[in-house]
């Protein structure tokens, strides 16, 4: 099984006339993910890679039975991309779009906080069920139809881990880029609870990185709702506090919380191992199976 797609998964890609959007859309398709339709203001009527466009997210789901959108558009757009896959009632919104000004994504939380759907991003690589679909940037090559979900907030770290995986035979349900931000849609105990409730998820590989609280919360969660085997990685060890380290959301405040030092030793606690490195967290995994 999977979480949140699959290969009936059918998927809106917004911005698809653009450069990135033509791009990634040609290499979604070449990986068999279901990409029904465009979505660009003013150029419906149109077709890419034999896909038809639309003018209106809402307009290509009616047309095309679409539940799920990639969001492939500048930054200045996305959140008005993110109101308006939510407004057309799809299940699964994946952001890709870095630099999305955080107030536009309060606003854009308030409003997924209002539905039933899941918005994944922005900033990620975005979501692969192996062998059936990818939605996004992820490099599919890599990745193995099996039974061990992931979740992480770096792109990287995703691919390092999940080619450790493979290269032990050692195949994935789903794969989840969450996104480094501040404020994400998709958080690791959303994550969490939908392999937690996956029969064929069997154990899961978690990636986070210093910054904000989101890793001791999910350890929370792991110790109190997740029977499922779970071994972690925390990136930013030597980050020194106040200095943002890549993603927007991986900065260290004086605080105490959201060091590396404070989510792995909230991890430890709740049974999760962590490894010192991405071939160490798939050892852990290995040790699970």
Request: with cysteine; hydrophobic share 40%.
């Amino acid at each position: 099984m999977s979480v949140l797609v699959d290969e009936d998964t059918r998927v809106v890609v917004q911005g698809i006339t653009g450069g990135e959007g033509k791009f990634h859309a040609g290499q979604m398709i070449e990986y068999g993910t279901n990409v029904v339709a465009g979505a660009v203001p003013g150029r419906g009527g149109e077709e890419v890679h034999g896909v038809p466009v639309y003018d209106t997210v809402a307009g290509a789901a009616e047309a095309e039975d679409a539940d799920a959108s990639v969001v492939l558009v500048p930054p200045a757009f996305a959140a008005d991309a993110m109101f308006e896959a939510l407004g057309a009632d799809l299940d699964l919104v994946v952001a890709i779009t870095e630099g999305v000004p955080t107030q536009d994504m309060a606003r854009v939380k308030r409003r997924l906080d209002e539905t039933d759907a899941y918005l994944i991003g922005p900033n990620c690589p975005g979501i692969i069920t192996p062998g059936e679909a990818k939605l996004g940037i992820l490099p599919g090559n890599i990745f193995a139809d099996g039974n061990v979900g992931l979740v992480s907030r770096s792109g990287t770290l995703t691919y390092q881990v999940v080619d450790s995986l493979t290269q032990r035979g050692i195949g994935q349900t789903t794969a989840i880029g969450i996104g480094g931000d501040p404020i994400i849609g998709t958080s690791f105990i959303d994550a969490l609870e939908l392999f937690e409730n996956d029969p064929e998820t069997k154990a899961i590989a978690m990636c986070g990185e210093i910054g904000g609280e989101d890793e001791e919360a999910a350890a929370a969660y792991i110790d109190e709702h997740v029977e499922t085997p779970v071994a972690g990685f925390i990136a930013g060890r030597t980050a020194p506090p106040g200095k943002r380290m890549g993603h927007a959301g991986a900065i260290v405040s004086g605080s105490g919380t959201g060091t590396a030092r404070s989510k792995i030793d909230a991890l430890n606690d709740a049974g999760v191992p962590v490894g010192d490195t991405p071939e160490e967290v798939a050892d852990r995994i290995e040790s699970f199976l």
